[in-house]
């Protein structure tokens, strides 16, 4: 194995955002089952500590590529761009983000899992609504536009382990 | 040794000789060990046919009982009857305080480190008790089998943290055995249903042992078993519904004092026996005749529904938090497998059956399961099958951090990523001229360090004295196949470093292990060295016999004429080290050898990983001779 080679010639597939996941599931095995130390469980130390560090790069290619904004984040490293610490976005995002925030402390409080379900599912819509468009952006070259989805996605994404965590909190009462 | 050996179908190493492998579940109520033998996994009887063996150690000065024997000194003297010590693994005073089960026990002093129970024998740790248990079974393995173990599969909780894995490995050193690997239990026991045959699906494993719960989804295709998400509770489990059910009968019977160790014990015991006939019986009689209570009545399984629906609740809602975890909708879940006895309760059948909507399955004897599905496991791991295709994969069960400034802990590796892995992260210094910083290694899913468990500390001293923020400190967390940490950190800028194997502050040190190894194997100094010089030497002809198939096999194809010439040079150095008598020339030699042929290892195993994705079978690459072979090379 090449650890040179980028996640995507790893595995085989495709450099984009649109992966066939089934597809990197089976390849993601394919690999293991070749360098997974448990292959080499009845030899030497040394092979042992050789078989790790390639599966441990093959786990953590799979780890980065299963996942959406590690797709995409890594996606945008393969170009070169780095992403800011405190990015500036759009006001009207912003407002949006405060909006739903406060949804979610009102739904804490009342302490319904139904409706944190709900707010769940529409959190989940508008990240799946901004991953489709980070695809069509990256696709069409458009890296700045791109990025700022990127930026978008992360704040969906805190805010979407913020409403999971309620909810794991909700079922401990 | 760097060579990496491809074994290829049908081609079995060494193949008439058989290695002696087996499986043991090291249970917090029983234990087993199971082998495979003629092709069929098996668990190994004790000479009165028993398959279980109760995981209690009787101390007494003048001598050790284990199992049955030491179950039967139970009631009569309880104090230094230890049952159920896997709930005291790898845990610390702290963890334990207000623990029903230490009720039962005198708790030496000393308030640092792991737990240690008195008994007429001394302070005696968790670790040395289950390394009884280990050493009674691994006799009747090599009783059974003809033979010591060449090595051993252990299984261990999946959601046992770090601390409690060290600790089980440690006392699996303590007892002299080889571990291939830690499996976690619930990973058994799908494989020992035998859903290995080439079945696909997603099958979700819960399993409610006697101390410990764990529920795993784990997702099945062509041999290869791949756990999305594991999660549960090592504290709970058969255990707490006996307390429950001990403490109703305590209420029924009017009863609110203390109870004397003795009589505590029998009341468990009778609790226990009553839960196991509700399984059964709607109804139970029960009469308590303990030195400090006298009383007759019943008990009905509603009552006993009643007292432990808590219980029930807490491991559904493990199952919520696993199901979610692993990225799929219960109904993608296409079976449910029962493992351990209190998986029996009929109530535990019902709210899992209701919570996944599925009958769960439960042919296999839940008590024998895990111990089958490690001992198959330690079959392919061992080398009996070189061309078996089972590979498991499995996950970290709780997520990984570091201590940052105020008490928050910052993760570096989340819960549920595949394993091995490695992950590194950059720190720096707050104030101006510091040079030394502490790292402090947590282990849980809160975010406040005191609600994590610690298991460890170290400090990397050194550092050059920079203005706050400019020194980069890197600190990289490796988490190998069985589940076991390290860490090390290093200053960028001046190349400073320390590393730690993670040893908890719960384990045992290595020292007290060295000198327990001394004390219970009395090996004479000769008898080391010249099993040093002997294990030197199997390990340096191992090298040049690969070594020498392999540049047959691929020399011409992968190395040029220099590489190859220094490596045959290489390996006749070896052999004619290898004659002599010096333990540290051979080590150097087999040292260096194996260094020098690490890239001929890298390409033959990029060759055979470039092979194996774009599907062709090694008999095709064959076929079509070696010409796409240069390209293909990484370097």
Redesign the interface.
């Known amino acids: 194995m090449d650890f040179n080679q980028n996640f995507f010639e790893l595995f085989r597939l495709e450099v984009g955002f649109d992966l066939d996941l089934e597809r990197l599931r089976e390849q993601f095995q394919i690999l293991q089952r070749e360098v997974h130390p448990d292959r080499y469980a009845d030899q030497d130390a040394r092979s042992q500590r050789l078989a790790t560090q390639w599966s441990m790069h093959v786990n953590e290619a799979f780890s980065v590529l299963s996942k959406p904004l590690p797709r995409a984040i890594y996606l945008l490293g393969l170009t070169n761009i780095v992403l800011e610490q405190n990015p500036t976005l759009e006001p009207d995002f912003l407002f949006e983000q405060i909006t739903l925030r406060e949804s979610l402390d009102h739904v804490v409080e009342t302490r319904s899992v139904d409706d944190l379900a709900v707010l769940l599912d529409e959190f989940s819509e508008k990240l799946m609504a901004e991953q489709s468009q980070f695809s069509q952006r990256f696709d069409a070259g458009a890296l700045d536009l791109a990025t700022q989805s990127v930026y978008r996605m992360q704040f969906l994404n805190k805010l979407q382990i913020a409403a999971q965590q309620a909810e794991e909190m909700l079922w401990d009462e | 040794?760097?060579?990496?050996?491809i074994t290829e179908p049908g081609q079995a190493l060494d193949p008439h000789q058989r290695?002696r492998a087996a499986g043991i579940d090291l249970g917090t109520t029983n234990s087993l060990i199971a082998s495979v033998r003629a092709g069929q996994p098996r668990v190994l009887e004790d000479e009165y046919g028993a398959g279980l063996m109760p995981s209690v150690v009787h101390f007494s000065e003048d001598a050790l009982l284990v199992g049955e024997s030491a179950q039967a000194m139970a009631s009569s003297d309880p104090l230094n009857t230890i049952a159920s010590a896997k709930r005291l693994l790898g845990r610390g005073r702290s963890d334990i305080a207000d623990r029903a089960m230490v009720k039962n026990y005198r708790l030496a002093e000393g308030d640092e480190g792991m737990v240690r129970l008195e008994t007429a024998a001394g302070d005696i740790s968790p670790v040395q008790v289950s390394a009884e248990i280990l050493k009674v079974l691994a006799a009747r393995g090599q009783e059974t089998l003809g033979g010591g173990l060449d090595?051993v599969v252990i299984t261990v909780p999946a959601y046992f943290d770090d601390a409690q894995r060290q600790a089980t490995r440690d006392a699996a050193a303590l007892a002299g055995l080889t571990v291939?690997?830690l499996l976690n239990e619930p990973t058994a026991a799908a494989v020992a249903y035998g859903l290995d045959t080439g079945e696909s699906g997603n099958i979700a494993v819960f399993d409610l042992g006697g101390g410990t719960f764990d529920v795993s989804l784990l997702r099945l295709?062509?041999g290869?078993f791949?756990v999305l998400a594991t999660g549960g509770d090592s504290g709970l489990g058969g255990d707490d519904f006996d307390e429950e059910l001990a403490a109703l009968l305590l209420e029924k019977a009017g009863f609110s004092g203390t109870l004397d160790p003795v009589s505590s014990r029998q009341l468990l015991s009778m609790a226990r026996t009553a839960k196991e006939q509700l399984t059964e019986d709607s109804e139970v009689k029960v009469s308590l005749d303990l030195p400090a209570l006298n009383w007759e009545g019943a008990i009905s399984r509603l009552e006993f529904e009643a007292c432990t629906k808590h219980l029930i609740a807490k491991a559904i809602?493990a199952c919520?938090?696993v199901v979610?975890d692993s990225g799929l909708q219960s109904a993608e879940i296409d079976q449910v497998v029962l493992v351990g006895g209190a998986t029996r309760i009929p109530a535990v059948r019902s709210e899992v059956a209701t919570f996944f909507g599925k009958t769960p399955l439960s042919e296999l004897d839940p008590d024998q399961v895990v111990a089958i599905g490690a001992a198959i496991q330690a079959d392919?791991?061992?080398?009996n099958k070189p061309d078996d295709?089972m590979?498991?994969?499995d996950v970290l069960p709780l997520s990984l951090g570091l201590e940052t400034m105020g008490g928050l802990v910052e993760k570096i590796i989340a819960r549920n990523?595949?394993?091995?892995?490695?992950r590194a992260q950059e720190f720096t210094t707050y104030k101006d001229g510091q040079t030394a910083m502490l790292v402090h290694v947590l282990q849980g899913e809160r975010e406040q360090v005191a609600d994590c468990r610690s298991l460890g500390q170290f400090e990397l001293r050194g550092i050059p004295a920079m203005v706050a923020g400019a020194a980069k400190i890197r600190v990289i967390f490796?988490v190998?196949?069985d589940g076991l940490l390290s860490v090390s950190a290093s200053e960028l800028g001046t190349g400073v470093s320390a590393a730690i194997d993670v040893k908890p502050s719960y384990g045992l040190a290595e020292e007290e292990i060295m000198a327990m190894l001394k004390a219970s194997f009395s090996h004479a100094q000769e008898d080391a060295e010249a099993r040093m010089l002997l294990e030197a030497r199997v390990?340096a002809q191992?090298?040049c016999d690969a070594l020498s198939v392999a540049l047959e096999q691929d020399g011409s194809a992968l190395l040029n004429d220099a590489e190859m010439h220094a490596l045959l040079g290489g390996v006749s150095k070896l052999l004619e080290v290898v004659e002599g008598r010096s333990v540290d020339a051979i080590t150097r030699e087999t040292e260096q050898l194996?260094q020098a042929s690490?890239a001929f290892?890298?390409r033959r195993?990029?060759r055979?990983?470039q092979r194996?994705?774009?599907g062709q079978s090694v008999s095709q690459v064959l076929e079509t001779g070696a010409s796409d072979e240069t390209a293909l090379s990484?370097?």
């Open positions: 040794m760097a060579l990496i050996q290695k090595g291939l690997r295709s062509r290869v791949e809602k919520r938090r979610r392919v791991l061992i080398g295709e590979l498991l994969l990523t595949p394993i091995p892995v490695q490796q190998d196949a390990d191992r090298l194996s690490d290892a890298a195993m990029n055979e990983v194996a994705l774009t990484s370097d």
